[in-house]
């Protein structure tokens, strides 16, 4: 390590040293304005024909298994999927809960990090709001196939009617569709705000139907000092306010199970064990989506760097050492119990047909992370990045899928307890994960995936000084 | 200088006594299923076929569960327990509907089921501890869809509700028979007398192991019986308040 040496006192080239810096931290390799606008803008254009292969794959993946299996499930009824009694929620709630919780690291990055300004945020805050709303909307597409009339669904609003009949606010099913509704509008609005200038650079960058486009979602910015004034207000109000809203969302779904008069569900700790389980997942799917952007899209080389990569492996590490300690405790505390239902789940949740599932669970979320994230260098590469995201996404999908359908097997009524076989909900499962692979291919060639604004700020404020043979890298407060 | 503050009265759910109660006694059960073929037959309720039945959809309101004590060799059958809905006073089922589907009878005093207002989020049935919810997975009461129920369709009783696919439902108390003999008695201006009527499982049982009636009435057989020392409420541990007493042990 350079920097190492030189505070060992090895003679330096201070030259070469400043180089070293400026190829590993973004923020101190400044590019002038007009020659980033134009990578962004080149990433965007550039589309091969691997692209469109995708593309279409993913389109007809997102037409049979989506659309056409739920079709096919409306019609038929909810018998052609795998639920039954007592496992009346499979695989649709173990979907929306992971969704959500892919859908939590968006904001935790961008609304928690920008809060804290933490430096290292300005590539990648869009591609992960990016993955807020679509997530969301694969969790949204998640829970309304599970209902079984779900042509009815909006007899869960709060809609005036003439009978004058409203939804049960005792029910944490309601809590939940308006603490989803609010988080999908307000993650939505933070998304849009930050890309109000990017939308402007587009638009002044760009001709045909894309300037229509452009021109109409940016609003007629023209960054006038006024406009910034004001935008930076908006957003960091939003940033503020999106972060409680964030935590409650993941922990009013958490109530969906915890309120419920069910062994294994009705524990304490489930709000926070669920919010940082919901982070764990989404900090593995940012990793993942920042690895394909970074390997597949032109230009981003320059963008997304390894220490992104070891930043975020950073906060993996931190994260997936709390959802150890919060599983542990909630194992605790139920063992410790002692209903006797509560220890025959717990056997069955080890000792069951399921057992592979627990194991892996705990293999993936956490002796997996922790073995490999605590070295820089190993934290540093992106592909290793990507497998361990990989893994701890399958990890807290099993971890669902052992809350949901396995532990709805074991219940007060032994006459009732049967294992849980998924059905046609595999095929929707996949369909969501195409739909939210699909949206966020064409959300990368329709807006600019890179912050430029947010990056050059943030390059205008560091700089580099020398004090005595030291270099030391420097940051001014712009705002 | 005193002054009278006028509190008003207010009753926690587990103060309120019921109306309808039901008493089984399980050492007269011989385990027949007389029950369950009459209810199926009185509330229009499905056969869902042999796959789906295996696979833990079937949905008879009542059923009766069979246990064993003891391990291998030394293996004992205990006795039969039909399962219903406990119609609790206090029932969880109640507050996770979202959509009002689900609601408590004030006159009645029982658990209602709400079918053209449920839209199927199944929260209800997990979180019954009895698990005695059944949900509609299939169309299985469309003669166009299953013609093998075209027989079948012809004996639907015309006072219930045939239910479509993507509904929960649940044993009412056979409320058709009670609303039956409450119309009788009022136009003959008297009150509903004891045994006057029962439910479909009580009049079918040939051991006469089901008895229904009013348990708010101290002199009724149903209130007699449900207080008797072999009484026992299932999972009472819960604060459910069921309306159905077990007789065990005699």
Redesign the interface.
């Known amino acids: 390590m350079a920097d190492n040496q030189n505070r060992n006192g090895v003679a330096h080239d201070n030259g070469s040293h400043e180089e070293h810096f400026r190829e590993k931290h973004l923020m101190l390799d400044p590019m002038p304005r007009g020659k980033m606008n134009e990578m962004v803008m080149d990433a965007m254009h550039t589309t091969s024909w691997k692209f469109w292969l995708v593309f279409g794959m993913l389109a007809a993946l997102v037409a049979y298994a989506l659309f056409y299996k739920w079709g096919v499930m409306i019609l038929?009824?909810?018998?052609v999927a795998g639920?039954?009694?007592?496992a009346?929620?499979g695989i649709f709630l173990v979907n929306t809960v992971f969704w959500i919780g892919i859908s939590h690291a968006g904001t935790f990055i961008s609304a928690i990090l920008r809060v804290f300004k933490a430096e290292y945020r300005r590539p990648f805050t869009r591609a992960a709001e990016l993955m807020t709303t679509f997530g969301l909307i694969q969790a949204g597409f998640s829970i309304f196939m599970?209902?079984?009339?779900?042509w009815?669904?909006y007899?869960?609003m709060p809609i005036p009617n003439q009978r004058e009949?409203?939804?049960?606010f005792?029910?944490?099913?309601?809590w939940d569709?308006l603490a989803i509704t609010t988080y999908l509008l307000g993650s939505t609005m933070y998304l849009f705000l930050p890309l109000i200038p990017d939308l402007a650079m587009a638009r002044d960058r760009s001709d045909g139907w894309r300037k229509t486009f452009y021109k109409v979602l940016a609003l007629g910015f023209r960054g006038t000092e006024g406009e910034w004034v004001h935008l930076r207000n908006a957003m960091n109000i939003f940033a503020f306010a999106i972060i409680p809203v964030m935590f409650s969302v993941h922990t009013i779904v958490s109530w969906?199970f915890a309120?419920?008069?069910?062994p294994g569900w009705s524990s304490t700790v489930f709000g926070p064990y669920f919010v940082i389980g919901a982070l764990h997942s989404g900090m593995g799917a940012v990793v993942m989506v920042l690895a394909v952007v970074r390997g597949t899209m032109k230009n981003m080389k320059y963008f997304i760097r390894p220490e992104h990569f070891e930043a975020i492996g950073k906060l993996m590490l931190i994260i997936s050492m709390s959802w150890g300690y919060f599983f542990f405790n909630d194992y605790l505390v139920q063992w410790y119990g002692g209903d006797k239902w509560t220890k025959q789940l717990l056997h069955w949740h080890e000792a069951g047909p399921m057992g592979w599932m627990w194991f892996a669970m705990l293999l993936f979320n956490v002796v997996i992370p922790w073995g490999v994230l605590w070295n820089r260098k190993w934290r540093s590469m992106p592909w290793l990045l990507f497998t361990v995201g990989l893994l701890i996404n399958v990890g807290m999908w099993f971890e669902r899928y052992i809350i949901i359908p396995i532990s709805?097997t074991i219940?007060?009524?032994?006459?009732?307890w049967?294992l849980y076989?998924p059905g046609i909900e595999v095929w929707l499962g996949i369909g969501t994960l195409a739909f939210f692979i699909l949206l966020y291919m064409a959300a990368s060639k329709l807006i600019p995936l890179i912050p430029v604004w947010e990056v050059q700020e943030g390059q205008m404020a560091h700089s580099l000084k020398k004090f005595g043979r030291e270099t030391v890298v420097t940051v001014s407060e712009l705002e | 200088m005193t002054t009278e503050l006028k509190i008003p009265e207010y009753k926690l759910a587990e103060e309120e006594s019921g109306k309808w109660g039901m008493v089984v006694d399980t050492d007269l059960c011989t385990g027949c299923q007389a029950c369950v073929a009459a209810c199926a037959m009185e509330n229009n309720i499905p056969y869902v076929g042999e796959e789906?039945a295996a696979?833990?959809?079937?949905m008879h309101w009542i059923?009766t569960?069979?246990?064993w004590e003891g391990e291998y060799p030394e293996v004992r059958m205990t006795d039969y327990?039909p399962?219903l809905c406990q119609q609790c006073g206090h029932a969880?089922c109640e507050?996770?509907?979202?959509?009002?589907a689900t609601v408590h009878s004030q006159s009645e005093k029982l658990n209602l089921q709400v079918y053209n207002?449920?839209?199927?989020?199944?929260?209800c049935?997990?979180?019954c501890?009895?698990?005695v919810r059944?949900?509609?997975?299939?169309?299985y009461q469309d003669p166009r869809l299953r013609p093998e129920i075209t027989i079948l369709a012809n004996q639907f009783n015309p006072d219930v509700t045939v239910r479509r696919?993507?509904?929960?439902e649940k044993c009412t108390f056979c409320i058709q028979r009670i609303h039956k003999a409450q119309d009788l008695a009022k136009s003959e201006g008297r009150e509903v007398e004891d045994g006057e009527f029962t439910t479909a499982c009580a009049q079918a049982c040939p051991a006469n192991a089901i008895t229904f009636g009013r348990i708010d009435h101290p002199e009724t057989l149903v209130s007699q019986l449900a207080h008797s020392s072999r009484g026992v409420h299932h999972?009472e541990e819960?604060g459910t308040l069921p309306r159905v007493t077990y007789l065990k042990g005699g």
């Not at chain 1, 009949?165 to 049960?168: I, V």
């Not at chain 2, 696979?55 to 079937?58: L, W």
């Not at chain 2, 207002?117 to 929260?123: F, H, I, K, L, P």
Request: glycine share 6%.
């Open positions: 038929e009824g909810l018998g639920v039954n009694r007592p009346y929620w599970h209902m079984g009339r779900v009815l669904s007899w869960l009949l409203w939804p049960n005792h029910s944490p099913l309601s569709l969906d309120m419920a008069t069910r709805l219940n007060r009524m032994p006459f009732t049967r076989e | 789906d696979y833990g959809r079937s059923r569960e069979r246990f327990q399962m969880p507050p996770v509907c979202p959509a009002f207002r449920c839209v199927g989020t199944r929260y049935a997990n979180n501890p009895y698990q059944s949900f509609n997975w299939r169309d696919r993507g509904v929960m999972l819960l």
